[in-house]
């Protein structure tokens, strides 16, 4: 009976140990599937050469569109059934916004026979392989699911199955820190229509949904570190005196110190932002809510006071907006709004003035520098905490013209690409590239 009882124990752990052999061969060809997928994916989607041309080129009217767009699901209460409705230009406009806000971008997206077409092309990081992501493919409602699926995805000229493209795409996201970002996007979705004209969406979501994804579109991130410096900044608020004009360098001196405290080079961009939006969000009140919809600073104790830069509050303010701008979404729609909104000027508010462009160039400058890399990141938060007035990163711009009306601007430069304009403003980008905190590259 013993020797029986040990036959049966020796069968019985020769046969687990099979069935565990097989499932780990199981898994490791999965694994090896995955990585070889991924492999091939990046290997044939990455080039030297865009599929799109890259470098967006939106107006004011774009981005506030864009804006809107992203954030219609915020009119729609928690628990309560929301329906959006875009269109073909809509998502254009929607994509490329939100692409452009990471890396110089391109997407073209199409309804067409009822799919849903992207097509993708994301400038990379310098790497060896090359410089763009170039990819496409294609969204459209099968019968007995409410929500699209791939049923075409090309990597560069590389076509995979629908279904492995699926896999490892799904595979990538779970595995990276998209996973948050795609959880939050997923989760209230219902159902996703795609016809001929538009792309119909029906969502549920909750309070905590809609506070995450708000903080996600307008880059705030944890609400906990906004605080934090909406706090430094409500204490240097309260302690200044106000027999004296409140310079913008006593608020990102500070700020920029305290984020030099906290940060590690892993953390140091996503520092600068929250402290750049921050700043902008007290200087900038009303320009804050319309453009990056961010929360509203609300000082806990004392007066407001205006910031200034060479005794002028709208350069504070040029300068700021710009770099919140930059930081938010990129350089060239920050370039774009700054030179629209003197155009605008010129047609009937306070007219062209290229004072206030020197400003927004500089501050779309600082705001790339703040943000275009940790280790600059970091360099940043360092030279911004020693800097002694504003003249560390603002060029004095005050023998520049400005107060040109519409007849004015014409008769003496015509337009924005007249030789004579190009000419002042290659003289403004000299004045900050020769300022030594924006040589720290």
Known sequence: MKNLSDNRTMRCSRHTATLLHAVMRILFYCFSVLIVSCAMLIFFGVGDHPELEVGWSPTREDLVRAKKILHEGSKTKPDEIGIIELTEADLNLAGNYLLNRYSKSAAHIELKNNKLRFTVTMTLPENNLGKYLNISFRLGNIEGNDLPVITKFKAGKLLLPAKLAA???DSLIQHSSLNEYFILATRPLKAVKIDAQKLTITYYPNKDTLIQARNFLTHTGDNSTLNI??????????KHDPKWRLSLADLLRPLFELAYQRSTLETAIDENRVVILAINDYVNKQETKKLLSTPEFRPTTGQQFSAFLYKRIDLAQHFIGSAALTASINKQAAQIVGEEKELSDAHGGSGFSFIDLAADKAGTRFGEMATSSPETARKMQKAMSRIKDYSDFMPDPRDLPEHMNEADFK??????????YQEISKQIDARISAIPIYNAE
Do not use: H, T, W
Not at 229 to 238: E, F, G, H, M, N
Not at 412 to 417: L, T
């Open 167 to 169: 896999f490892v795409i």
């Open 229 to 238: 410096y909406q706090q430094k900044l409500a204490d240097i608020v309260a």
């Open 411 to 420: 008769q003496r430069f015509e337009s924005v690409n007249s030789p004579v």
